[in-house]
């Protein structure tokens, strides 16, 4: 509170500062796109342990790649997923249903997601409620069953048809259930008998008044992928914030297509994220060369900036078959190990070397050595390899356009990142500066919060130099607008940084000192 001058004299009003470094944004968050047991279809979900993917997705399943993926990523030091369950079929019509009477009508339950999942729902009735004796209220649990016995219950009290009720089923379950919803509800006044019903009996048989839930047909690309009308695969995570992309194989036996790459790495450059590629099964160090260049070539120079490839495949134990050793994509184990790199160490470390070591990983289907190493590296594609006490590890550190021979400014991925991290964080920060009037106040304010925040990066080890005038620049006024945008009500925020680079090779001279030059 001001002081109130009340004679002359000296008045000191402490007073909080207007401006602050902007808030950065996250670095890491993994959106992950494939098939799944169970979960919502085409809508952008978030976990953030393998318990809670569990939970809410189903868990592994054998022909499923992105639960495998998923629990590779969180064992790797990843701390939250954005998940997006796809599906090929009618999800309305591969989701189980049951009846419960209600004298001459029904109360139609289905299962809160597509799936044969939904086969193992039971339902409870009874009308033992607490509600007013004159009022049509009832108690519902559902119980999810495995061989017989529940293994997730819900139970809720004193429900109702009134939709003007706040204990209205529809809404209820819809708001707090994750097994069933309301497919055909019963008119107002009116409430289900006492009763427990399956949708299938002992026996196996779907009982009277239900319908089958299944799991469709196995995904291919064209699930992944999506559509930007229907909002589906890719364009579900249209409205979230992610940095790194995964798209697992299809199915264990398949490899994403190469036209399936460039259309999820121009997603990356839009939604400016990294697209981490498996290298197909097949690849070999003969023939990697012409395929890489092919694949390059197919997503464009301009979008493989927000690509790294990482090869080979990886072996990891698979808990579906005795925990005998398998070959899985890397996705998932690399998206863990960037995002730990990142927790520990900060973005601007390249994720690669011995702190990104992949945990639970057993070996690479295919050893490679040196000279091998020093081949695929040059071309951009980025190794893993087992040393003698280090176990695997990431070792490259290239973007897709990382080539030698391209002399892409975005060689390596702890430069893109930052470059990006950097755009995220003040477009995010700066935004209250839209409709300001255009002139020398904002520009000023502009130049502060920005340079505020590289500020923060530099004493955080980002950036080269010691100083902020060797680390970075910033310009935002008519050194950096052309009068042309001033008039089109168009402002330009410039800024310039140093980067660390990676140290990619490391040169030793020895020199070994004779007898006679000792003495």
């Known amino acids: ?8 004299g000296v008045y000191i009003e402490e007073a909080p500062g207007t401006l602050s470094p902007p808030a950065s944004v996250p670095t890491s968050l993994t959106a992950f796109i494939g098939a799944a047991r169970r979960g919502p279809v085409n809508s952008a979900q978030k976990v953030s342990s393998m318990q809670d993917f569990e939970r809410r997705f189903g868990g592994l399943h054998t022909e499923y790649m992105l639960g495998y993926a998923v629990q590779h990523y969180f064992r790797n030091g990843g701390r939250e997923a954005c998940i997006v369950r796809v599906f090929n079929g009618d999800p309305a019509a591969c989701t189980a249903a049951f009846a419960l009477p209600a004298g001459n009508q029904q109360l139609v339950l289905e299962a809160a997601s ?27 649990t559902v119980e999810e069953l495995n061989a017989g016995t529940a293994v997730s219950t819900e ?4 429900l109702c048809s009134d939709p003007a009720s706040p204990r209205f089923i529809d809404n209820a379950l819809a708001r707090s259930s994750r097994l069933v919803r309301v497919r055909h509800g019963l008119p107002a006044g009116s409430r289900p008998d006492p009763a427990v019903v399956a949708v299938v009996d002992e026996n196996g048989q779907l009982n009277p008044g239900a319908s089958a839930g299944c799991d469709g047909d196995a995904i291919s690309d064209a699930e992944l992928i999506g559509g930007p009308i229907t909002g589906t695969g890719l364009y579900a995570l249209e409205s979230t914030r992610f940095n790194l992309l995964c798209l697992p194989p299809p199915q264990r036996a398949t490899d994403v297509a190469p036209a399936t790459w460039a259309t999820a790495a121009a997603c990356c450059q839009r939604y400016r994220a990294l697209l981490l590629i498996d290298a197909p099964a097949n690849w070999s160090t003969a023939t990697l060369g012409p395929e890489l260049r092919a694949l390059r070539e197919q997503i464009g120079l301009s979008a493989a900036a927000n690509t790294a490839i990482y ?18 994509a890397p996705c998932g184990a690399i998206a863990g190990a960037i995002a730990r790199n ?36 040059k071309q951009g594609l980025n190794c893993l390899r087992n040393f003698h006490g280090r176990g695997l590890v990431i070792w490259g550190v290239r973007t897709l356009a990382g080539a030698d021979e391209l002399g892409s400014e975005w060689k390596y991925i702890a430069v893109r990142r930052l470059a990006l991290f950097i755009e995220q964080s003040l477009e995010a920060a700066l935004a209250w500066a839209v409709f300001e009037p255009n002139g020398e106040a904002l520009w000023a304010r502009l130049r502060q919060e ?15 130099g010691s100083k902020p005038e060797e680390a970075f620049f910033v310009q935002c006024g008519r050194e950096s607008t052309a009068p042309n945008d001033l008039a089109q009500g168009r402002i330009i ?20 000192l004779t007898a006679d030059a000792a003495s």
């Open 1 to 8: 509170m001001s002081p109130t001058p009340r004679y002359p």
């Open 114 to 140: 597509p799936g044969s999942w939904g086969l193992c729902l039971r339902a409870t009735v009874d009308h033992m409620t607490g509600g007013p004796a004159d009022e049509a209220f009832f108690n519902l």
């Open 155 to 158: 139970v809720f009290r004193d």
């Open 311 to 328: 090869f080979p495949r990886l072996l990891f134990a698979d808990p579906l078959a005795g925990n005998r050793a398998a070959a899985f």
């Open 342 to 377: 990142d927790a520990e160490r900060g973005l601007w470390k390249a994720p690669s070397g011995e702190s990104a070591n992949l945990i639970g990983a057993q070996e690479s289907t295919l050893p490679l050595d040196e000279p091998q190493q020093k081949l695929l590296n």
């Open 450 to 464: 920005a340079s505020s925040f590289m500020q923060s990066l530099l004493h955080e080890g980002a950036f080269q």
């Open 493 to 512: 925020l410039l800024i310039g940084f140093a980067p660390i680079k990676p140290a990619e090779f490391i040169l030793l001279r020895l020199r070994l």
